[in-house]
């Protein structure tokens, strides 16, 4: 018996360190694609926090530091108060941003490319640090909570390459923080529920201040967390099943606590925006008085009072009894939510597919935000394109791993089920409060369901695999393995065709009309079945041969690489190639505005040429002169060379004309609608004004 013990504790000390070393080749592999091109680009909004500006809002927050002017200090809406403390270190060693700028007209300026890169990386490096190490706290919290170190692997591995969240690590902009301090209160709120350590409810409120710091939106933590207690009390009860006492005690200390971090986290908040005491409604507007919070949160409140008061003089009688009632619920619920985001999920991707042949909503634009055209739809159209940018943003092995959580959940097929259920459970909470709000969510607004979306695949990844070790499914679960095999191949030869057949040199009518009608859904759908049949009755479970988890692992790791080269060095445009290429989820963002001045640079006398354009990140980086302006005088400003974008800041219209063809054009992961190029002027004639040459071009 002895040496069977010692023989379990080497295997278990060796997995650790196995562990430990494939997560430290994970860091070092972000580390190597963030620090590419770390400084050759300036993203939308991103000019408003760096220097010279005219806003300049890191710098104004540390200005009203040090002049006491703590009214000031709520330098941004958004607030993100966090990169005053984090980009703004860059402030130690850049000490003269200023000039950045060698000439200032008004119209025309001339910037130094040098001293623009230099600032770039000084205010994104923290960030990006930020972000990588931080993976380390995902992977012990995630550990701590599922007990399981390859589930915690992988979900800091899928966190650290994501395509979308490697780019928001370089770019100084609120939501880089967000989602990294609102994912890892939330994470520690459950393992706090889990073990009851104060420790994790003090990493919870901690990381709650500076979630709301960061971004006002931290608010919808408030009442979820009351949701999470509730939800954790109900499904995890038989724990204390004829331990009332004990169960009434646990049900006073989670409301208090609740209460505790809650308090603790707007503390931290108004601590680091002093003007939440110089204007207090400075301070409810960014917590409790945020759109749409007020009641949500007041109603959390009293439930939460009414809890600890049935606890405290009835020993959770009230509780007990209503949970009882409830118990039917306990398989229902989980399986409706599970079925409405793998539904939802699995729409979207058959509607997009085949060319919006279901539902066409290829009407509305990717960057709508909040319209009239979107508040108008049936709310079920809502949901649905809500749902469109996080399926095609996230990599295809990490939306397959999470439709294969909430494919095993609704058959009750987890043994994580309470947290799996309540990480999903906040994909329809956040959905149904942006669409409450009437906004459109892009990549960036959803950009807190892209970690969970991690964690939530990669636990049922790892309990997959490991079921299949230790030889745990029955013949009702192998049906469910052979339809969930076979939905992957059909995905991925769908894939193959529409890049090959449907957008690549190989196009095919024939094809190009099956996508676009009911009847090829039908068909796919079919296909998947009869699939799944064919495999069950020819391979018997007894027959699959176990993986070792390291095999899957290295081949989740090479998957999450080669859909990271695919986009590089733009990688928060990245879309998987489940979306055909005539669609796109975001623009080009500030990307390609390096390349462009690249260009311009190399050619020659470029010092005295003058370049027009409609988007920050390009005169940063040109050698000559740059007018980024709507209204200019051509025959004052003789202007050279265009650049334009999808993503204009500034609306093209003044009498002036350019030639046809583009000279320069760039299309971010090969989507035409994500353009940049660049035009030569035409010699300026008198009151001539020729719009459409300044909006035509020959290849879009």
């Not at 490697?166 to 990294?180: K, R």
């Not at 108008?376 to 809502?382: E, S």
């Not at 294969?404 to 009750?412: D, K, S, T």
């Not at 043994?415 to 259920?421: D, E, I, R, S």
Request: aromatic letters at 18%; a positive charge.
């Amino acid at each position: 018996m002895m040496k069977i013990a010692l023989f379990s504790r080497n295997i278990a000390k060796n997995e650790k360190l196995l562990v430990r070393f494939l997560l430290s080749i994970s860091i070092v592999i972000y580390f190597v694609f963030g620090f590419y091109h770390l400084a050759n680009f300036i993203s939308a909004d991103e000019h408003f926090w760096l220097p010279n500006s005219g806003s300049e809002r890191i710098q104004d927050y540390w200005k009203a530091i040090s002049e006491k002017k703590w009214e000031n200090t709520r330098i941004n809406d958004k607030p993100g108060i966090t990169l005053a403390y984090t980009s703004g270190i860059a402030m130690l060693f850049e000490k003269n941003p200023k000039e950045q700028l060698i000439s200032n007209g008004g119209t025309v300026k001339l910037f130094n490319s040098e001293i623009t890169k230099r600032i770039n990386f000084l205010y994104r490096l923290p960030i990006l640090l930020i972000s990588g190490f931080f993976s380390l706290f995902f992977f012990w919290i995630i550990r701590k909570i599922t007990d399981s170190n390859w589930a915690a692997l992988f979900s800091a591995t899928g966190i650290l390459l994501s395509p979308v969240l490697l780019g928001m690590s370089q770019i100084v902009n609120p939501d880089s923080l967000f989602w990294i301090f609102a994912s890892a209160s939330m994470f520690s709120f459950f393992a706090f529920l889990q073990h009851g350590q104060k420790k994790l409810a003090v990493l919870s409120s901690i990381f709650l201040g500076f979630g709301l710091a960061s971004k006002y939106v931290s608010v919808i933590l408030f009442p979820f967390f009351f949701f999470m207690i509730v939800a954790y009390c109900f499904f995890e009860y038989s724990r204390w099943e004829g331990k009332q006492a004990k169960f009434s005690r646990m049900v006073i200390r989670n409301g208090l606590s609740y209460l505790g971090i809650l308090l603790g986290g707007m503390l931290i908040f108004a601590i680091l925006m002093p003007a939440s005491f110089v204007e207090p409604k400075v301070f409810y507007e960014g917590t409790i008085g945020f759109p749409g919070m007020q009641p949500i949160f007041w109603t959390a409140m009293l439930l939460n009072l009414v809890l600890i008061l049935d606890a405290k003089f009835f020993i959770s009688g009230g509780f007990i009894w209503m949970m009882k009632k409830l118990r039917l619920l306990e398989n229902i619920l989980p399986k409706i939510v599970y079925a409405i985001l793998f539904g939802t999920v699995f729409f979207v991707l058959a509607n997009w597919l085949s060319r919006n042949s279901i539902i066409d909503l290829s009407g509305i634009p990717f960057n709508l935000k909040r319209s009239d055209l979107f508040s108008k739809l049936p709310y079920y159209k809502r949901l649905i394109m809500e749902f469109v940018p996080l399926t095609f943003a996230l990599t295809p092995i990490v939306l397959l791993t999470l439709m294969l959580a909430w494919f095993r959940g609704f058959f009750n097929q987890t043994k994580a089920k309470t947290f799996l259920f309540l990480l999903s459970s906040f994909f329809l909470i956040f959905m149904a409060a942006v669409i409450e709000q009437g906004l459109l969510v892009t990549v960036r607004y959803s950009i807190i369901l892209f970690p969970l979306s991690m964690v939530i695949g990669s636990v049922a990844l790892t309990e997959f695999f490991s079921d299949i070790q230790e030889k745990k499914f029955d013949s009702k679960k192998f049906s469910f393995f052979a339809i969930g095999f076979s939905f992957i191949l059909i995905l991925f030869a769908s894939m193959i065709i529409q890049q090959y057949l449907l957008d690549g040199v190989y196009k095919n009518a024939f094809v190009d009309r099956l996508y676009r009608s009911w009847y090829g859904i039908a068909i796919i759908i079919f296909a998947t079945a009869a699939f799944a049949y064919i495999l069950r009755k020819l391979i018997p479970w007894s027959k699959v041969v176990a993986i070792p988890m390291k095999l899957v692992f290295s081949i989740f790791l090479l998957l999450n690489i080669v859909s990271i080269l695919m986009i590089t060095p733009f990688y928060f445009s990245y879309t998987n190639n489940l979306l055909p290429k005539n669609y796109i989820i975001s623009g080009a963002w500030g990307y390609g505005g390096y390349e462009a001045a690249q260009y311009m640079n190399n050619l020659p006398n470029a010092k005295n040429l003058t370049l027009w354009v409609d988007v920050y990140g390009v005169c940063e980086f040109f050698v000559g002169k740059c007018i980024h302006k709507a209204k200019v005088d051509t025959q004052k400003y003789p202007i050279d060379y265009y650049f334009q974008s999808l993503q204009s800041t500034i609306a093209i219209n003044f009498p002036h004309s350019m030639e046809k063809n583009s000279v320069w054009r760039l299309e971010i992961d090969g989507r035409e609608k994500s353009f940049l190029k660049i035009r030569k002027a035409k010699p300026f004639v008198a009151n001539q004004l020729n719009q459409d040459d300044i909006s035509s071009d020959d290849d879009n």
